[in-house]
């Protein structure tokens, strides 16, 4: 009993500072550096670093609220050597750079949390509904700033300059993300760690 409750604590222990505590805060000019190879050009590197850095970066973790539209068919653009052989469809592209870009965030305490196909036009929106719709909503858990920049950076590393831009966009014709601070969702997480490491310990 003993024994199982040592392991136990061990165990929440090494899960707390991989999943809670494991991110490092990061500056806007390395932000913008690990963004600046994977394809986007400078105005998108600026823009994406004047919406995360509103405030400097704690290394908290946060959500990214993910809506996306597909495009009619996969387009790789001037990266037509990124496009698996198997891929058909703009679904099938965009499923490829998903398992790709997870893959790699996953050693990271990054993971998915939630993924629906069933999105609705919004109720209330500076757009018309009939301008704009989603294919899907999902929703990423990111330890901190620092893991999404470098994810982005392992990913042009894997696959050359702006590869990372032509598979994340291989399917997808266009998509809002919107980052959302969630220390409670990492305390619930760490909470149900806990509870199933009792149960087991007991």
Known sequence: MNNRFTI??????LFRYFYALGGAPITQDEFASKLSSSGWSAKEVK??????FVSEDTGAS???????????????????DLRPSYVETA???????GFQFLSRLLPKAGHLVFYSES??????????????????????????????AENMEQMSN????????AL????????????VSSPGFTHAVTAIFSLLLLLIAR
């Open 91 to 97: 679904k099938q592209a965009d499923q490829y750079y």
């Open 119 to 148: 999105v609705l036009p919004a109720v209330l929106s500076p757009y018309t509904p009939s301008s704009i719709s989603f294919d899907y909503f999902a929703v990423v858990r990111y330890r901190c700033l620092r893991d999404f």
């Open 62 to 80: 946060f959500l990214m609220l993910n809506f996306v539209k597909l495009k009619p068919a996969p387009d790789y653009g001037e990266r037509q």
């Open 158 to 165: 894997a696959f050359g300059d702006s590869g990372m831009k």
């Open 8 to 13: 136990a604590v061990v165990c929440l222990a």
């Open 168 to 179: 994340k966009m291989s399917g997808v014709e266009y998509t809002h993300l919107v980052p």
């Open 47 to 52: 823009e994406m670093s004047a919406a995360m």
